[in-house]
């Protein structure tokens, strides 16, 4: 009799032992992206058996759940390991870099327009031809290319299945301690090769199977849809909820998206497949109620409607392109079926841990996805608040509640990556997505399908297609212009405001509303501060950074700051500002600029200097070219850079510029750094001319009060072009160091091998922010400490055998 009672299901040891298992498994995998060094993935997994024979046979008293943690982390790690290994295998030896190179394959995603007229798009190789036999022997060739096809942006490719004549080169990007960087995203992606297109032509010959089918179908969707909904106003908006391209979205879509915090309702994510798994339960649930329940038992129904879900959701998860977001989502929504499914008891928790644990065995990769931590991290706040809520909330009060929960619980999270939330967003999310889901999502989602059927049907939505994204655009646009009073924190205390946002929306409603109300007063009423002060650094710190070709230091001492240069920027294209220079101050916690120096208005040295001014309070302007300057800075006082000696806390700063020179590279502004405890000394040239080098030579060689340095540290004038460093300029300076703040591989081609040998004749150690990234110098004990970004990188960017590895100034 004992054997047919029902048991409650609950946690056991077994399940209890599972879930420890999963989140050391997870934790590993996690941990991997953490290392400067890639532990060979042999030796990770010849530490399982050893660590299995160590629990039976050495320490048998071990306990269990700490053997299953350091199993689980071992095995993630080995994981892990393994595909990253396996990923940087392939590469493109250096010395096939910027060589004219032959190559077939497909295209695998969607081109869209690129900058300067182009038109860009991923290509999977089938095939490499005329390589020479060395390069066949040693390397593991790309398999996966980032491409650009200049002058052709809005022209389409002669087909599918390509020969392309290609100049390559390897994966490479910007390196500082904050800010986006390129080389992540590329390895992320796969990509293990970026280069441009020299020839285009169909290549018949190249085999078409599973994935370059599938890849041909997603194409000509795009097309269809072009031609069903190309006319509608808000067709971008369309085309990125309906089939997961963004392609189409511009500047100004994506400033309005980040201005409110809405992101996301472009990105096919657990939001859609949601509303497309309750759309089609709902449908099947209803079509099979009509069945008698003679015919479909009450089991074959939950069934039926399991399968129905998932095959409705992979199925737009394939128009949407497959991505990994949209893998991820999947594999979510899979998740929350099969407990549905199956009606266990058991904890939801248990759930959130398989699903974790599949998509980071689907793809190991995901943790430098952000999309990886923040859908993880809403999913796991909505739990936590629902979890705790014994009473029903009803759809009204359960919205509020879930926008509220996930607001808090992703803010510190969003911080941390640089991202930041909106206070806007709060809002435009409340009202943004309940129509996203109700209106538009429906909308488009039968408007397409409809289209489909029905011949001309598409004319008939177009109307709709208009209506119901644009009521959402207008919102949005008025909502972005709205100016919240912002809410300055550091990372604990964002941390603390998430744990207490989660812990009032555990409370009763009542008592929630009133805390929330309470606390919106509080924010709107009596704003935080806002404080302009620097935080405080002991010692001197001069940071150049890597901006690619062109040049911007930092130069801090106590609370004091002075920026040289902005680095390059392409209107509507690049901005190292954006990308480098504000994530970077912010990281430091730099919220005023004392003193800029705009060397000369070149604009790979006064790239974004009214983006600067609007997000950073700037004290005063010093400018080579002030004229020039002014247009870009606004109200901002701009003076002319003249002989002058100041003080930035411990250090001596000197300017001068030629008094023959008025604008162009010969106006430039020279900055002399001077420590005088250490005898430490930078010099910042600019684009100087060898005529003004040997200006400013004289200049110092005709004052008494300078005394010699007892370190010397150049940025080479010009990038180390071979219009400047002169061969007097370098035997009379002699630097210790040298730095060129050149771009990889650049067309340029800076520095120049003479100019390197000039400095490599007098003993300069050389440094080229190509290979190094930034550059950070602090003077401690009364000596100058010098780091390379480069070094402790992740592996994926440091690593041996890779590009900043094998990195040569000429």
């Not at 800076?750 to 004749?761: I, N």
Request: glycine share 10%.
């Amino acid at each position: 009799m004992s054997g047919s009672i029902n048991r409650p299901v609950g946690p056991s040891g077994d399940s209890g032992s599972a879930a420890l298992g999963v989140i050391a498994f997870s934790c590993g995998v996690i941990l991997l992206y953490w290392l400067s060094i890639l532990p060979p993935p042999t030796w990770l997994i010849a530490a399982i058996p050893l660590l299995a024979f160590g629990r039976i046979c050495v320490f048998p008293t071990f306990a269990s759940s700490a053997f299953v943690s350091a199993l689980g982390l071992i095995v993630g790690l080995s994981w892990a390991s393994w595909h990253a290994s396996d990923r940087l295998s392939t590469v493109l030896p250096a010395s096939l870099e910027r060589e004219r190179l032959s190559v077939s394959g497909y295209v695998c995603d969607i081109p869209s327009p690129g900058s300067f007229n182009s038109l860009r798009f991923s290509f999977c190789v089938t095939q490499w031809h005329n390589l020479p036999i060395p390069t066949r022997e040693e390397a593991r060739m790309p398999d996966l290319l980032r491409l650009s096809w200049y002058g052709h942006g809005m022209e389409r490719l002669p087909g599918q299945r390509l020969r392309l004549e290609v100049v390559l080169k390897r994966p490479h990007g910007s390196l500082n301690p904050a800010g986006f960087r390129y080389e992540d995203w590329l390895f992320r992606k796969g990509y293990r090769a970026t280069g441009s297109i020299r020839s285009v032509k169909v290549d018949r010959d190249v085999g078409c199977f599973v994935h370059c089918q599938y890849r041909k179908l997603h194409l000509l969707l795009h097309q269809w849809t072009i031609e069903q909904f190309g006319g509608a106003r808000h067709f971008p908006l369309v085309s990125s909820l309906l089939i997961g391209h963004r392609g189409h979205m511009e500047q100004k879509h994506w400033d309005v998206l980040k201005a409110t915090g809405t992101i996301h309702l472009v990105a096919i994510s657990g939001l859609h497949l949601g509303l497309i798994a309750l759309g089609a339960g709902f449908l099947c649930r209803r079509l099979l109620l009509t069945v008698p329940a003679q015919i479909v038992s009450d089991s074959s129904r939950r069934w039926f409607a399991f399968l129905a879900v998932i095959l409705c959701c992979l199925v737009y998860a394939l128009a949407a392109g497959f991505t990994v977001p949209t893998q991820r989502a999947l594999v979510m929504v899979v998740a929350g079926g099969w407990l549905v499914l199956m009606s266990r008891q058991a904890p939801v928790w248990n759930v959130f841990l398989a699903a974790l644990a599949a998509v980071l065995v689907l793809d190991p990769f995901a943790p430098l996805d952000q999309g990886f931590w923040l859908s993880f991290a809403a999913v796991a706040t909505l739990i936590t608040v629902f979890s705790s809520r014994l009473a029903g909330t009803g759809w009204l009060r359960g919205l509020v509640l879930a926008q509220l929960a996930v607001f808090g619980g992703l803010w510190p999270i969003l911080e941390i990556l640089g991202q930041g939330q909106p206070l806007v967003g709060l809002l435009a999310n409340l009202v943004a997505i309940p129509w996203v889901s109700l209106v538009v999502m429906p909308v488009l989602v039968a408007g397409g399908l409809l289209a489909a059927v029905v011949p001309g049907a598409a004319q008939l939505f177009l109307p709709i297609f208009d209506l119901t994204p644009g009521v959402l655009w207008q919102l949005l646009m008025w909502l972005a212009q709205w100016q919240a009073p912002d809410i300055p924190a550091g990372v604990p205390e964002l941390a603390g405001w998430a744990l207490l946002s989660v812990a009032v929306l555990c409370m009763p409603f009542a008592m929630f509303r009133l805390v929330a109300v309470l606390s919106a007063v509080f924010w709107l009423v009596y704003p935080a501060p806002s404080s302009e002060r620097n935080s405080y650094v002991a010692v001197p710190v001069v940071r150049v950074w890597d901006v690619g070709q062109g040049l911007s230091v930092l130069v801090r001492h106590g609370r004091e700051v002075l920026v040289y240069d902005t680095g390059p920027a392409v209107p509507d294209v690049f901005s190292a500002v954006e990308s480098t220079l504000l994530p970077n101050l912010a990281a430091e916690g730099i919220k005023r600029i004392d003193t800029l120096v705009i060397s000369h208005a070149d604009s790979d040295h006064a790239g974004g200097i009214s983006e600067l001014s609007r997000n950073v309070s700037v004290g005063r302007v010093i400018a080579g070219e002030p004229a020039a300057v002014r247009q870009q800075v606004g109200e901002l006082p701009v003076q002319a850079c003249k002989q002058a000696e100041e003080r930035l806390g411990g250090l001596v700063l000197e300017f001068w510029q030629s008094e023959g020179a008025q604008e162009g590279n010969d106006a430039s502004c020279v900055l002399r750094i001077y420590h005088p405890d250490s005898g430490t000394e930078w010099l910042l040239p600019g684009d100087i001319t060898e005529p003004v080098e040997a200006e400013y030579l004289a200049y110092m060689a005709g004052r008494e009060d300078v005394q010699v340095p007892s370190t010397r540290v150049l940025v080479a004038p010009h990038h180390g072009s071979k219009t400047s460093s002169s061969e007097p300029w370098v035997r009379v300076l002699r630097p210790d160091r040298v730095i060129y703040t050149a771009g990889y591989r650049h067309r340029y081609g800076h520095p120049h091998p003479t100019v390197t040998a000039r400095y490599a004749g007098v003993g300069a150690v050389p440094l080229n922010t190509a290979c190094s990234g930034s550059v950070e110098m602090t003077v401690v004990d009364k000596k100058l400490v010098l780091k390379e970004m480069r070094h402790g990188s992740s592996f994926w960017i440091g690593g041996s055998g890779l590009a900043r590895d094998q990195c040569k100034i000429p």
